[in-house]
């Protein structure tokens, strides 16, 4: 399985964003996909997931209200609205997809087994 995430940029706070990420390859087995995020200087954070039916999602604390996760089956896509933009999303942003459950939940990236390369947002104040 192959993860190419796209969409970043640079904005001003405030601003709206999409990032999306196609999984090519065997994704018939996927589980769930995700988000996650790295600001410089800090550790990977969990932005977001949701189970490959798209009947469920979870968000972390920091992003909940203003992102929005969705999938899109057809296009083996998963993509990432982020509204309301602030200086401290500024991060490069990774997908991740998981083949099958192994015990962890949602925001732990050890579920998950294939990882994109990662693209940046940048967040003007």
């Known amino acids: 399985v192959q993860l190419q995430a796209s969409g970043g940029g640079l904005v001003q706070a405030g601003d709206s964003l999409t990032l999306s990420c196609a999984a090519s390859?065997?994704?018939?087995?996927?589980?769930?996909m995700a988000w996650f995020r790295r600001a410089p200087g800090k550790e990977r954070e969990f932005v977001s997931a949701s189970s490959w039916s798209g009947s469920n999602a979870v968000y972390g604390d920091s992003v909940k209200g203003r992102f929005t996760i969705s999938i899109d089956n057809a296009k083996n896509s998963v993509y990432l609205r982020m509204n309301g933009l602030k200086p401290e999303d500024t991060a490069v942003y990774y997908c991740a997809l998981a083949s099958r459950w192994n015990g962890r939940n949602w925001s732990s990236p050890g579920l998950y087994n294939y990882w994109g390369q990662g693209t940046l947002v940048t967040v003007s104040s």
């Open positions: 390859g065997r994704t018939f087995s996927t589980y769930a």
